[in-house]
């Protein structure tokens, strides 16, 4: 963290340096929106016919008024001179649509089949409102190149044109050519929207008439390469669009796939920002915010056009054309990290490292756009009514909810790849824990939305949730009958477990009732699937709660809240498959869903409602059977948790202090305990704190710590107590001291820990009966207290009494609960702290646990293991 906050000042004025770029290219993109239409006005003016044409302005205004457009919408006319040959429509900043047209066909105005085509496919542009950003969209390939050039002239100036610069230049062309694909297809795509509109107006068959004369005039077509940089479809295609002939490609897989790269350098451009802004804070869930809003609302709404048009029958395609071209703008457009991992996008230590990136973003990508894809499809089944545009956004405002859900964990899942341990650690505990996995539950809300909670909420799935809830709990609940855990790490084993079969009752009622049933089919069991995870939760929070626990927001969120989450990435990670399956079953010429398909396309299913409870029966205890009863795999991390709740402990008896332990040493066998000790004694008594110890635990080298002078300690009260005053006083008459340090292996990057230390001191006379009674007075007045050292914030300390362990002559033992820090960046933290007094002999005893659960257990296994060692 010091390292960071020294850091933290030049990565400010480097992210700032990058949002002021941001906003340069946003100032240079406002002035060509404003003066592209002003300089087409002035080069208009050279082509203006002398006077007018009073038939072309009085046809061109009954059309106008056939489309209803009035006051400021309404489209001035422009008769062109012979050297413009093409129709088009321009609008100044501020000012009403002018519709340009060719003096042959504004002479024309008596032919309806040759002028009315071509003035209702520019109202339809006026109608369309798709004016104004064609100017930004035609400029916007002139600011990139230029914009990077200038950024890079200070490296290039005092480095000369060396690799860095190079690198940036050609990923500012790869961008210019990936935004003039999008260009192109955007633009081809509003001709078409044009064409669409004059069908609706009865004028096809002229349309298409005029598009064949046009055809046969130039009866060459272009080549591929010029078709896909083309502003505008041939005009064959444009025919073959109307007669029903071939398809719009909207939401194709072109438009997905540039949508796709665009979307994954966007995300990598603000990673980089938000990174440098804020360097000591996880800002992630920006980039994965805006990766949704481009794929929810850029790429949704074309999905959802593309279903209108007819039965997605080859709807994989958008799929994986936008996940490619998320892996590839992810890998072209990397961003180097110091760990030598990858952020959003890949990172540039190895060539490894990007390509695993772009393999995990594609399979994300897959997974995203599908989840598009299906709430799309749903969308365009549901028929027109009064609250179609509030439930269409609605739509889209879930599935950018859900991609921004299941883009969030690409970043550490990426940079742990080399190391499993702390991934896996992330998965388990991190991941509940945070706020953005829930907003993938607005996914089942956009399903109920548009079927209707009638065509969810069947008496099929309502079956399948009390089987699920009901296995899920009995399984979890026999286990811990049968066989109770006797560690922590079973204990902790036993939990995730317990939260593993919540989920797969989730993710077995979602297979089930989804496989080949179509989009219905699978948002039914979308919704049916959260449901049983989260009842099946809940079930297991109230045996918790009848079992003792003391029910808090911890635990309701460890035990609703985590199977919950681990449901909906499973869910999302099986939705391809199903629709896949899906698709598969359609072709077998099995009964349509009640739904249907759009008018000539019939979906089909499966008959499986009969044999949801059963199948659903069958799969869970299978994958019980598997992941969670004695003797299958722990396919979660044990070790401790990332919590500061309770957690189950159980001690094996072996090791448990209790009432009935020797309170003197009269009661120990062999050696005297209260013997004054040589350094060997001393050290073997103080290393039989490893004995009780898990192989979780490793031994931490220990010195004798020196209070710092500068520390300083409010209220000064409570200096006796928090620099163990009372055990200085006793200094001089030290002969043997002897320490040893044991400590949880800790995860990398993480800061969660415990620690156990033992003293074993030795003095020459026996240690006053009287200290143990100052330290409890130094305890008794000292309730709370800050220690602060100079140049940090205080660490705030909160004191408690504890029960004293029945071992020694006299036992003493304090509780300090201490935090350091507030907001997300709050560190907590409890230590024990005992002392036993035997003869010459005082044992100290510490264990402190940082950012997770005390095992107190722990404690007192330390304290008799080491004064029974005394004895030997």
């Known amino acids: 963290m010091q390292f960071l906050t020294c850091m933290s000042d030049p990565s400010r004025i480097r992210g700032l340096v990058m949002l002021t770029g941001g906003v340069l290219l946003l100032v240079g993109l406002a002035l060509i929106v404003a003066l592209t239409p002003v300089v087409d006005h002035w080069r208009l003016r050279r082509h203006r016919l002398p006077g007018t044409i009073a038939g072309a302005e009085q046809r061109f205004a009954e059309l106008c008024d056939r489309q209803g457009l009035h006051g400021r919408h309404r489209p001035r006319l422009f008769v062109a001179g012979p050297s413009v040959r093409q129709a088009f429509t321009t609008v100044r900043p501020g000012g009403r649509p002018l519709v340009v047209l060719p003096a042959a066909v504004a002479v024309g105005h008596r032919d309806p089949a040759r002028f009315d085509p071509v003035v209702q496919h520019e109202l339809a542009h006026v109608q369309g409102r798709d004016v104004r950003w064609v100017s930004a969209v035609r400029g916007l390939l002139w600011l990139v ?33 990936l935004s ?108 994965a915010g805006l990766v949704g809003v481009l794929l929810g609302f850029g790429l949704t709404p074309a999905l959802h056009r593309r279903a209108l048009t007819g039965a997605p029958s080859r709807r994989w395609l958008p799929v994986v054309a936008a996940a490619a071209g998320l892996a590839v703008g992810g890998f072209l457009f990397p961003t180097g ?37 299906v709430l799309a499809g749903m969308a365009a089944r549901r028929g027109p009514d009064r609250y179609t545009r509030l439930r269409r956004g609605f739509t889209y405002l879930a599935a950018s909810a859900t991609v921004t859900a299941i883009c969030w964990p690409l970043q550490p899942l990426v940079v742990g790849l080399e190391r499993p341990v702390p991934v896996r650690a992330w998965l388990v505990y991190t991941l509940p824990d945070a706020p953005w996995p829930w907003l993938g539950l607005a996914a089942p809300a956009a399903v109920v939305a548009l079927l209707g909670w009638r065509r969810v909420a069947t008496r099929a799935v309502l079956s399948v949730v009390a089987v699920t809830v009901l296995i899920g709990g009995s399984l979890a609940s026999a286990q811990a009958l049968r066989h109770p855990p006797i560690t922590l790490d079973a204990a902790l084993s036993l939990s995730q477990q317990r939260w593993w079969i919540c989920a797969l009752a989730g993710w077995a009622a979602l297979v089930v009732l989804a496989i080949g049933r179509g989009d219905p089919g699978l948002g039914r069991a979308l919704v049916a699937g959260t449901g049983v995870a989260v009842l099946a939760g809940t079930s297991q929070f109230a045996h918790q709660i009848l079992a003792g626990r003391t029910s808090d927001a911890t635990l309701l969120r460890l035990y609703v809240g985590v199977p919950v989450i681990w449901w909906f990435y499973l869910a999302v990670l099986t939705m391809p498959v199903l629709i896949g399956l899906s698709a598969l079953t359609g072709r077998l010429g099995q009964r349509p869903d009640p739904i249907g398909w759009p008018p000539g396309r019939a979906g089909t299913r499966p008959q499986v409602w009969p044999a949801v409870g059963p199948v659903t029966a069958v799969l869970l205890v299978g994958a019980a059977a598997v992941i969670g009863l004695p003797g299958g795999p722990v396919l979660l991390p044990t070790g401790a948790p990332a919590t500061t709740g309770p957690a189950v402990v159980v001690v094996p008896s072996s090791t ?45 080298p220990q010195e004798q710590e020196t209070e710092d002078p ?82 940090s914030s205080p660490v705030r300390f909160t004191v408690s009494a504890q029960p004293a362990p029945q071992v020694g002559e006299e036992s003493w033992r304090v509780r ?49 293991s080491t004064v029974a060692a005394l004895s030997h």
């Open 710 to 791: 500068d520390t300083a300690i409010a209220p000064a009260a409570c200096r006796e107590l928090a620099r163990d005053d009372y055990l200085r006083r006793i200094e001089s008459d030290e002969r043997v001291d002897e320490i040893r340090g044991f400590a949880t292996r800790k995860l990398p990057s993480s800061i969660r820990q415990s620690a156990v230390i033992v003293i074993v001191t030795s003095y020459a006379h026996p240690v006053p009966d009287t200290l143990l009674d100052e330290a409890e007075a130094a305890r008794a007045a000292c309730p709370r207290f800050d220690a602060t050292v100079p140049g």
């Open 337 to 373: 990290t110091t760990g030598g991992g990858a952020s959003f996008p890949a990172g540039t230590a190895s060539l490894g490292v990007s390509l695993r990136f772009a393999i995990v973003v594609a399979l994300a990508g897959v997974v995203a756009v599908t989840t598009c894809t």
């Open 145 to 177: 190149v230029p914009a990077v050039a200038v950024a890079s002239l200070s490296e290039i100036r005092r480095e000369g044109l060396t690799e860095i610069p190079v690198v940036t230049l050609s990923r500012a062309l790869v961008l210019v050519l």
């Open 656 to 700: 448990t202090v209790g009432p009935n332990a020797s309170a003197s040493p009269g009661a120990q066998t062999g050696a005297d305990p209260g013997r004054l000790l040589t350094v060997a004694e001393a050290g073997a008594a103080a290393s039989a704190v490893r004995a009780p110890l898990s192989a979780f635990w490793k031994p931490e």
């Open 180 to 287: 003039a694909l999008l260009r192109a297809q955007v633009l081809r795509l509003r001709e078409h929207e044009a064409d669409q509109q004059v069908n609706r107006t009865g004028d096809r068959t002229a349309l298409v008439w005029l598009l064949d004369a046009a055809a046969s005039i130039r009866p060459h077509r272009p080549g591929r390469l010029r078709r896909l940089f083309a502003r505008h479809p041939t005009p064959q295609r444009r025919a073959a669009a109307l007669r029903g002939g071939q398809q719009v490609s909207v939401g194709g897989p072109m438009q997905a796939a540039v949508t796709g790269a665009v979307t994954a350098i966007v995300a990598g451009a603000a990673t980089q920002a938000v990174s440098a802004l804020a360097i000591d804070r996880d800002l992630s869930v920006l980039p």
């Open 816 to 864: 300090y609960d201490l935090s350091l820090g507030s907001g997300s960046s709050r560190i907590t933290g409890t230590t024990l702290f005992g002392l036993v007094r035997i003869g010459h002999n005082l044992v100290q005893v510490q264990l402190t646990a940082i950012a997770e659960p005390l095992d107190e257990a722990v404690f007192d296994a330390a304290v008799s």
